[in-house]
């Protein structure tokens, strides 16, 4: 089960390596849920993550997360301390404290510019997380630590990118322009003349000589019919 995990792993982590130019150091956001999964399944994060990832992982919370912990008293007290030890990243809501799910939501707007990671074990936040592109998700099942396979959502957006739809216009006219300085252009408008010239009879010119043989067919015919005609009338 552990070779067949690490394969799972090694597989998603390539898919957002590829698509979405994840690189190392990975930066993780955890939530509170999480932390508690952890101390709970007795699992040393800061160890144990990278290897999963098969790279160096850089663990990150908010202080929405840590202020949101403390409110919930000494339940989450043990989730709390392993919390604190992680870097704290900055968000928008320094006098406005929000709650730890939709602190972690406003982190990857925009197309998740950080490449974070998304680490928690509340149902509601891992759906939201799923509808947005390029966020890994990971969650801890049965004592381990898990990848999410990428969602619908990532999966079309790749989709949608390698169908060249997704390309901006200005894109667009830099790629004809460098063509262009390169004369490439050139080369594809010769290729297509001579793709013309190259080309069969045509098909009308075969019609007209049938007709004519018809009618060099039909006068001789007509000539014989009036010979014997004269010869009858003698």
């Known amino acids: ?54 790279g160096a992982a850089r663990l990150c919370t908010t202080r929405c997360v840590l202020k949101e912990l403390e409110s919930l008293g000494k339940a989450l007290y043990g989730a709390k301390l392993i919390a604190q030890r992680f870097q704290l990243q ?8 929000v709650s730890g799910s939709t602190c972690l939501l406003s982190m990857i707007e925009e197309g998740n510019p950080h490449h974070f990671f998304i680490a928690t074990q509340d149902q509601d936040l891992a759906n939201k997380v799923k509808k947005k592109a390029g966020v890994p998700l990971l969650f801890i099942i049965q ?25 901006p216009e200005h ?27 190259a080309g069969g009879p045509n098909p009308l010119s075969c019609l007209k000589k049938k007709k004519k043989k018809t009618q060099e067919g039909q006068e001789p015919s007509a000539e014989k019919k009036k010979r014997r005609k004269r010869k009858r009338n003698r």
């Open 171 to 197: 894109h667009k006219q830099s790629i004809v322009q460098l063509k262009e300085k390169e004369g490439l252009t050139k080369q594809e408008g010769e290729k297509r003349r001579k793709r013309k010239r």
């Open 90 to 97: 900055n968000c928008s809501h320094h006098k406005d404290p």
């Open 143 to 167: 004592n381990t630590m898990v990848l999410d396979k990428p969602s619908p959502k990532s999966l079309a957006f790749v989709q949608k990118l390698q169908t060249n739809q997704l390309v």
């Open 1 to 54: 089960m552990k070779l067949r995990r690490q394969k799972h792993a090694k597989k998603n982590m390539g898919f957002y390596k590829n698509n979405f130019q994840f690189r190392e150091p990975f930066q993780v956001l955890l939530d509170g849920t999480f932390c508690q999964a952890a101390l709970r399944n007795k699992i040393q994060i800061r160890e144990q993550l990278p290897g999963y990832l098969g």
